[in-house]
């Protein structure tokens, strides 16, 4: 019982961050109706800003955070300039062509730069453990759990309740008419995709904290992972983010600690399998929207 | 004040590879007009109001706003400008309520910032309060406001009609453009609609140029119109006397 129950917190704080990052994926593939596959580099990007702000330079941490955020916003905004945004109206293959590129780009930088080696970060979040229902949380779950629901109600909030959210549902829906209603649809798209960078970056915080170290190669399959999870909940939807980025994160974790033999060493594939099993019979995902053409 | 040119469009034309979609077409439209654009279909109509909305830029002619030259201009700007429009098939965003629909439209009239938002400072709440209060006015004159909350795709027709005008004026035009608004509309509506559009024209001292090919619509309501024809201007005038024109009943029912 007691290893059950620290299987499903191992689960829920690993779906925490990958509902984090999909919930990047979901919103850049709703408004710009692109998938950028160098989200989840973004989060290598932000767990190399803290080692070096925090390991090498020593900053204090509050503010190596700060900066950490900073620092993925804006890779997502000058990624989003000099890549994407001079391919708005080219057809969505070289978009994710090029997205893949820019993924590729990113781990090659790491790689010249910190090198093939396996950087390890200290221990910057110290929280004692919580004692829930008699099992003892180390204090670090609990603060990617309160982090992850208050983002998620936040940035829902802040679509469903700001003009700015309203215009991002708007380019969503139909950006010619958005356009003609004097909406700025360049402008709308590059802040998503920086509000997007800027999630990824607190989703690097939350996986650095925990995990406590970073190769060049971490955000790759990390990033297709969060993308199979927003796929899983449905790709366009908020809480389907979040719904699917647990249950993948629950699903690697029960795998990871049950399958018998040696098949553990398969959850990250089990994971996937579900993914398709749920594909095929709803291929809209758990809460996507089914898009049907009048004809 | 009634006699001042609004819109002024002269000999535009534009051509997609070889076909030339609008040819040499100038008009005039006055501060204040309920102005008809008519002719048969594929004669040019949508893709002049493209062009005055900014969707196409004009391969020849310029059109002046105001006296401003927006040739070319993006549909941002000119919509800024006040050109408005709404479109031959709907095009709300069928997945918001009725009431944000008409908030995307005062989207630039109100302005704070995102971190305004994020942080909740008061002009967020004291702008928000002021969008909502506009939008319902605006609902209520189209008697929208009881479905406010609605999805914009769960309205009836006629009203989605209605809130797509509703959403243009949002943005503060001086200049309307209506596409076909009673397309679809079975006589009692088109009544109807065509109390809304002198309404609108009388208390929001608006400037509207429609395109409909429902005759009985533009003799009621229209002062001017122009009559396309492959792209080309056929007649301009006053509207009784443009459809007794023996060159726009021939264009319209064939020698």
Known sequence: MQQFIMTLIDGINLGSVYALVALGYTMVYGIAKMLNFAHGDIIMVGAYTIVVFITRLSISVPLAMILCVAFCALLGFVVEKLAYKPLRHATPLSVLITAIGVSYLLQNLALLIFGTNRQFIVRFIDVGNFNLFGVSVSGISVIIWVTTIVIMIGLYTFIKKTKLGRAMLAVSEDKGAAQLMGINVNRTISITFVIGSALAGVASILYSAKYLNVDPYTGSLFGIKAFAAAVFGGIGSIPGAMIGGLLIGLIEALTASYLPFNLNAASDGFAFVILIIMLVLKPTGLLGKKNTEKV | ?255
Do not use: W
């Open chain 2, 1 to 255: 004040m009634t006699q001042v040119e609004l819109l002024e469009v002269n000999n535009i034309g534009i051509s997609f590879g070889g076909l030339r979609a609008v040819d040499n077409v100038s008009l005039t439209i006055k501060n204040g007009q309920l102005y008809g654009l008519i002719g048969p279909n594929g004669s040019g109509k949508t893709t002049l109001f493209n062009m005055i909305t900014g969707v196409y830029k004009p391969t020849s002619g310029t059109f002046y706003f105001n006296g401003e030259n927006l040739t070319g201009k993006s549909p941002v700007e000119i919509n800024k400008k006040g050109i408005a429009r709404t479109f031959q098939n709907i095009r709300l965003f069928k997945n918001m309520s009725v009431i944000d629909n008409v908030k995307v439209g005062l989207h630039n009239k109100h302005k704070y910032t995102m971190f305004e938002s994020i942080l909740r400072l008061p002009r967020f709440f004291h702008e928000e309060q002021k969008m909502e209060e506009e939008a319902l006015e605006l609902l209520g004159v189209f008697d929208l406001d009881k479905e406010k909350d609605s999805l914009a795709c769960n309205l009836p027709y006629g009203k989605q009609r209605k809130l797509e005008i509703a959403r243009a004026l949002a943005t503060g035009p001086k200049l309307l453009l209506l596409d076909e608004p009673a397309a679809g509309m079975n006589p009692n509506e088109t009544e109807e609609l065509m109390e809304t559009i002198r309404f609108i024209r009388d208390n929001f001292n608006m400037t509207i140029l429609l395109i409909e090919h429902d005759m009985k619509l533009v003799s009621g309501i229209c002062e001017e119109i122009s009559v396309l024809n492959f792209g080309t201007l056929l007649a301009s005038g006053k509207t009784s006397e443009v459809l007794n024109n023996p060159e726009v009943i021939a264009a319209y029912l064939g020698e």
